[in-house]
């Protein structure tokens, strides 16, 4: 079911096939997966309540808390819909998988899938009609890529219908194919995993996405530091050649002021996001109407969308389920002798990261960010006891967020 699921989510045949256009698959592949849970008898990690469940549970709680407050704006019926079906997708990832074996296999999976994305990715790039396979033409580009003698970037279909979120796939799958590039896998493997690293490249690159430029950095930088074992030295090294690719970039894919203003434009729907905090600390405005009050954009940032619509509480709540998830992954690794699974628990957090750092420049709170928290679940079922959220966590995760914003405010300062 997994397989089905990430098929549906990234391919979408739905959305662009003919046979299946307008198909309700979500109202179709839900029971039938509750079905295949209860009848392999794993329907019982649905009915376990684990702290980092209980972190998500009150996050989606307060959606529902800030949309009530906020009722008279007018209420979101689609989110609080979405938030209940992630959910549950939560949960049916974690229970869908229960050994480590599946949780690998899921990762060839989302590898197999990217894989075909980026070859459909090269071809609609290059195509002589400049369209893709579900018809999509090239998106919107910046002047100096045009003068660099670019045709425009690539996209997809569904939440992927964006370069910026199209870029996400190849990210999050890319630290799942780095694993199998190093130690303790055999030449042949590595070798064949090190050649697929140039589809994933050239995707990345057509996107033009400065955001998932610099994930795809992020994720090359924590990798290449937990396989070197992180010494200073080798973390200077590493630093060092990542710098020098970011320089050697073409300029429209890292300049912070360009011609046509759409990095200004984040940077000002940043400050509206700020402006909103400040006078709704508590509740926010409600989720889904960030764009309500700034007249026709969102946030481009995923912590800042949630701060405006949710307050303190809900950015605090999510952060804390996120932090959750990451520290499951360190708490497996601490407690675990195999290479190869350890290998794959750092390849799970690293995508993890790597999507948040995506985050910070593209609305990413997709079903995507909730399925990685259920692989994050099902492998904190491989660890005894449930990892806690201690006092000292809170403290973490508060002083994690306020750096954020305090971060946040001094760059808007500095930028203008």
Known sequence: MIAVYLTLLLISPQDWLSPLL??????????????????????????????????????????????????????????????????????????SLPSLDHLRRTAVVAISLALVLAAESIQHFHSASLTGWAGQPLGWIDPAAVEAGLPGRTQWVSIFDGPGVFC??????????????????????????????????????????????????????????????????????????????????????????????????????????????????????????????????????SAVELSAELGLPGVLLWSAAIFMALKTVLVFVQGSTNERDRAYAYALGISVAGYLVSAMFVTLEYETLYFLLGMTAALGHQVEPSVRFSRRDAAVVASLVTVFFLGLRIFVALYY
């Open 22 to 95: 307008g198909l309700p698959v979500d109202y179709i592949l839900y029971p039938i997966w509750l079905a295949v849970l209860l009848a392999t008898g794993r329907s019982k990690y649905l009915l376990r309540l684990t702290p980092q469940d209980g972190l998500l549970v009150l996050f989606v709680l307060w959606v529902y808390v800030s949309a009530l407050a906020n009722f008279a704006a007018g209420v979101d019926g689609q989110h609080l819909y979405m938030y209940a079906k992630w959910f549950v997708l939560y949960k049916m990832v974690a229970a």
């Open 168 to 301: 996400v796939v190849f990210t999050i799958a890319l630290p799942f194919l780095l694993q199998y590039v190093s130690a303790p896998y055999g030449l042949l493997r590595r070798a064949a995993a090190a050649s697929l690293l140039v589809p994933f490249g050239l995707a990345i690159y057509y996107t033009g996405s400065r955001g998932g430029f610099l994930a795809t950095l992020a994720v090359l930088a924590l990798h290449l530091g937990v396989r070197s074992r992180i010494s200073t030295f080798k973390l200077a090294a590493v630093g060092g050649a990542l710098s020098a690719v970011f320089l050697a970039a073409p300029a429209y894919m890292t300049t912070i002021h360009d011609a046509s203003r759409s990095a200004q434009h984040r940077v000002d729907m940043w400050i509206e996001g700020l402006e909103m905090v400040r006078y709704n600390p508590l509740f926010g405005v409600g989720r889904g109407h960030f764009s309500d009050y700034t007249g026709s954009l969102i946030a481009h940032n």
